[in-house]
Nanobody, 128 residues
Framework: QVQLVESGGGLVQAGGSLRLSCAASGGTFSNYAMGWFRQAPGKEREFVAAINWSASAGSTYYADSVKGRFTISRDNAKNTVYLRMNSLKPEDTAAYYC???????????????????WGQGTQVTVSS
């Protein structure tokens, strides 16, 4: 059983930056692809970014809405995945969730059902 704990959320002005962290425990971290999803009030949980066991070329994927602004990375020695968010917009306001999937993810694995374990979420609020 993998446990995931997110941190780093908060209130930021539009144009600002935040870095979210997700600490994993209870499994061999490098066996899992990791993803970030977000859910705004009244909306479905949506895919944000994903990363396979290494950040080599072709192993990271992004939603079109965040491409060029957000960067997903991982430190397998620290069992932690990060989401660096730059140029934040009010529409980025949401609860952000970390997720883990045993094995690899591909560019089309953007449904929440593709992931096996979830964190409790961390709130990101972007003011205009």
């Amino acid at each position: 059983q993998v446990q995931l704990v997110e941190s780093g959320g908060g209130l930021v002005q539009a144009g600002g930056s935040l870095r979210l962290s997700c600490a994993a425990s209870g499994g061999t971290f490098s066996n899992y692809a990791m993803g970030w999803f977000r859910q705004a009030p009244g909306k479905e949980r949506e895919f944000v970014a994903a990363i396979n066991w290494s950040a080599s070329a072709g192993s990271t994927y992004y939603a079109d809405s965040v491409k060029g602004r957000f960067t997903i990375s991982r430190d397998n020695a620290k069992n932690t995945v990060y989401l660096r968010m730059n140029s934040l917009k009010p529409e980025d306001t949401a609860a952000y969730y970390c997720a883990a999937r045993f094995g690899l993810v591909g560019p089309l694995d953007r449904d929440r059902k593709a992931y096996h374990y979830w964190g409790q979420g961390t709130q990101v609020t972007v003011s205009s």
